[in-house]
């Protein structure tokens, strides 16, 4: 995927600034791709070029007026061309796991400190979702019923929740694993 079709997502779902676009890849879509906020920019430029979205200014009370992205045409038949064509199953690297492995050969409690640091990112990464689903889409404030894009919304955050859930378990296993190494029981 290009980063070009994760901004088409995005302004599909709510036109925006710049500014307020690289938010959103911070607080949801980062999750899933990440972009820094200058290749945000760069991407932004090049597709106005292109055509694929339009840009208008935005004026504002004693602050420079500010430039909104919405999709245009050209955009729209973009991703509709990117929605048909079909996804490769990703290949899985994932660095700690190496790390792991090859603590064999080295002394592995010396992980220890990185597995429980990746253990509190995706703990918070967890709580993180978990607080957006009750806040969009399973408490108080969450619409009775939802449309089609918010429907699609829950589902891909469901499977963040469940991947972060898997990941903890996973790491709380390699955890207790270490324990026993080091306690001398195989």
Same mark, same amino acid.
């Given at each position: 995927?290009?980063?070009?079709? &994760?901004?088409?997502?995005?302004?599909?779902?709510?036109?925006?600034?710049?500014?307020?676009? !690289?938010?959103?890849?911070?607080?949801?879509?980062?999750?899933?791709?990440?972009?820094?906020?200058?290749?945000?920019?760069?991407?932004?430029?090049?597709?106005?070029?292109?055509?694929?979205?339009?840009?208008?200014?935005?004026?504002?009370?004693?602050? @420079?007026?500010?430039?909104?992205?919405?999709?245009?045409? @050209?955009?729209?038949?973009?991703?509709?061309?990117?929605?048909?064509?079909?996804?490769?199953?990703?290949?899985?690297?994932?660095?700690?796991?190496?790390?792991?492995? $090859? !603590?064999?050969?080295?002394? @592995?409690?010396?992980?220890?400190?990185?597995?429980?640091?990746?253990?509190?990112?995706?703990?918070?990464?967890?709580?993180?979702?978990?607080?957006?689903?009750? *806040?969009?889409?399973?408490?108080?404030?969450?619409? @009775?019923?939802?449309?089609?894009?918010?429907?699609?919304?829950?589902?891909?955050? *469901?499977?963040?929740?469940?991947?972060? *859930?898997?990941?903890? &378990?996973?790491?709380?296993?390699?955890? !207790?694993?270490?324990?026993?190494?080091?306690? $001398?029981?195989?």
């Amino acid at each position: 995927m290009a980063l070009e079709h &994760a901004i088409l997502v995005s302004l599909l779902e709510k036109p925006g600034s710049g500014y307020e676009l !690289a938010r959103r890849f911070e607080r949801s879509i980062g999750y899933f791709w990440t972009a820094t906020h200058q290749q945000i920019y760069r991407v932004l430029k090049r597709m106005v070029g292109d055509g694929w979205i339009d840009v208008r200014e935005v004026p504002q009370q004693g602050r @420079p007026d500010k430039k909104e992205y919405s999709v245009a045409g @050209p955009g729209r038949e973009a991703l509709a061309r990117w929605l048909r064509e079909p996804v490769e199953p990703e290949g899985l690297r994932h660095d700690l796991a190496v790390k792991i492995r $090859g !603590a064999a050969f080295g002394d @592995p409690a010396e992980l220890v400190d990185e597995v429980e640091r990746h253990r509190r990112v995706h703990a918070e990464r967890l709580t993180h979702y978990l607080a957006g689903e009750r *806040r969009d889409f399973t408490g108080p404030e969450a619409p @009775p019923a939802l449309d089609a894009g918010q429907e699609l919304q829950h589902a891909v955050l *469901r499977g963040g929740i469940a991947y972060e *859930r898997m990941t903890l &378990a996973w790491l709380d296993d390699f955890l !207790a694993t270490l324990r026993r190494i080091g306690s $001398g029981r195989r």
